[in-house]
């Protein structure tokens, strides 16, 4: 059964730190891994996509396929960073099959 | 464009009864799944919607059923009603012809039961 561990259900680092927020999974084959976010009374928004490789609002994330990681990460937070991050992960091509979402990790950026 | 829509934004019910949430997609989307988010827990997948037809179903009882319109817009509905199921449900809608995995989300219905 797949499956998305997000070990930190907080985490609070002080503005201009680095910020890196865990992500491991299982699965069995070669999934989609994404990052979403749910700022503080908005709705839950896709932030990242490891197919796409691409950096939003400064975060990145790797897919690390030897450690089934995908932790993101953002060299110096700002405190509008602080949000709900959850990590989510589909199996590959075009089913129908959902996303598995981890319990997720809020994130606090103190001044 | 409003973005995914749903109603009611609350709703208390008793054990037993039955239920139903609605769901309108962002304007060009045709595919809406559905997910149950409990306190402090991850959004958990229900089941997805295309074409009017179920595609695809998360490990949720029977008791769950949901129904697309032609127009797009989705229904969940649940019949005898648990404790258990006291939660935040989430409607998210995508384009599969783009990318059913880019989901928009509504801002839920949070459902509870006594």
């Known amino acids: 059964a797949q499956r998305v561990t997000q070990p930190e259900k907080l985490l609070s680092v002080f503005k201009g730190a680095p910020v890196e927020l865990k992500c491991n999974y299982s699965?069995?084959?070669?999934?989609?891994l994404f990052w979403y976010v749910q700022y503080s009374r908005q709705r839950l928004q896709l932030l990242l996509r490891?197919?796409s490789r691409e950096s939003i609002k400064g975060f990145t994330a790797d897919l690390n396929k030897g450690e089934t990681s995908f932790h993101l990460k953002k060299p110096f937070a700002q405190e509008e960073d602080s949000a709900m991050y959850y990590c989510?992960?589909?199996?590959?091509?075009?089913?129908?099959?959902?996303?598995?979402f981890g319990k997720g990790t809020h994130l606090i950026i103190q001044p | 464009d409003a973005g995914v829509t749903q109603s009611p934004t609350h709703l208390i019910k008793t054990r037993g009864q039955q239920v139903t949430l609605r769901c309108s997609p962002k304007?060009?989307?045709?595919?809406v799944s559905w997910y149950q988010q409990a306190l402090g827990q991850g959004p958990q997948f229900i089941f997805q919607y295309y074409e009017e037809e179920e595609r695809q179903r998360g490990n949720f009882p029977d008791r769950f059923s949901g129904h697309q319109f032609p127009n797009y817009s989705s229904e969940l509905n649940v019949n005898a009603l648990l404790l258990g199921d006291s939660a935040l449900y989430l409607c998210a809608s995508s384009d599969k012809r783009v990318n059913w995995k880019k989901l928009f989300f509504g801002s839920g219905t949070q459902l509870s039961v006594l």
């Open positions: 699965y069995s084959g070669s999934p989609e």
């Open positions: 490891h197919i």
């Open positions: 304007s060009g989307h045709d595919t």
């Open positions: 989510a992960l589909s199996g590959p091509g075009g089913g129908a099959d959902g996303l598995t």
